[in-house]
């Protein structure tokens, strides 16, 4: 998660977190994904994002940590719990 901060960023694979997610902090403002719809996409920080950086890797660690699926329970935490902005 770390490598979130650095210029290069990281690889969507590497976080290990929904696309949907990723998608949200594009369509924030927070994160460009090159190419968004591929699992090999590089997530890099926005200027806006490099502001929130704690707050953005915070929301991609709940979420990767997140049970998924229908085990995961009303209490399950989603994209929106964690909401930077």
Known sequence: MMGLRVREGVIADEV???????????DRGLVEAEPAHEPSARIVLTRRGRLLADAVARELAVISEAP????????????KQADPT
């Open 16 to 26: 290990e977190c929904p696309q949907s997610a990723v998608l949200d902090l594009v």
């Open 68 to 79: 998924s699926g229908p085990d995961a329970g009303p209490d399950a935490p989603t994209a």
